[in-house]
Nanobody, 122 residues
Framework: VQLQASGGGLVQAGGSLRLSCAASGRPFSRYAMGWFRQAPGKEREFVAGISGSGDSTYYSDSVKGRFTISRDNAKLTVYLQMNSLKPEDTAVYYC????????????????WGQGTQVTVSS
């Protein structure tokens, strides 16, 4: 399985970005997917997750109400819509797939994408 993340960039505070993560392998709809991020000098942290069916989503407290995760199983793609961006959202964002779990992505996903840089200027 390969995960290809895209959509990062430079945006002003208060702006929006939409990240995409395209998967190469099936069965895509069976597995939970998620987004994580790592800021300079900090550990990688969980941002958002979605069940295989897309019926269940969950977020870290720092992004709840601003970010929305979704997936299109027909297109083998997961998205992260990021609104009201803040400078503290600046990080490399990684998508991940957990083939051990169909409902909730764990702390050690099976596969990772290559990361996409998000920079929010103040």
């Amino acid at each position: 399985v390969q995960l290809q993340a895209s959509g990062g960039g430079l945006v002003q505070a208060g702006g929006s970005l939409r990240l995409s993560c395209a998967a190469s392998g099936r069965p895509f709809s069976r597995y939970a997917m998620g987004w994580f991020r790592q800021a300079p000098g900090k550990e990688r942290e969980f941002v958002a997750g979605i069940s295989g069916s897309g019926d269940s989503t969950y977020y870290s407290d720092s992004v709840k109400g601003r970010f929305t995760i979704s997936r299109d199983n027909a297109k083998l793609t997961v998205y992260l819509q990021m609104n009201s961006l803040k400078p503290e959202d600046t990080a490399v964002y990684y998508c991940a797939q957990d083939t051990k779990n169909g409902l909730r992505i764990g702390d050690t996903p099976t596969y990772w994408g290559q990361g996409t840089q998000v920079t929010v200027s103040s």
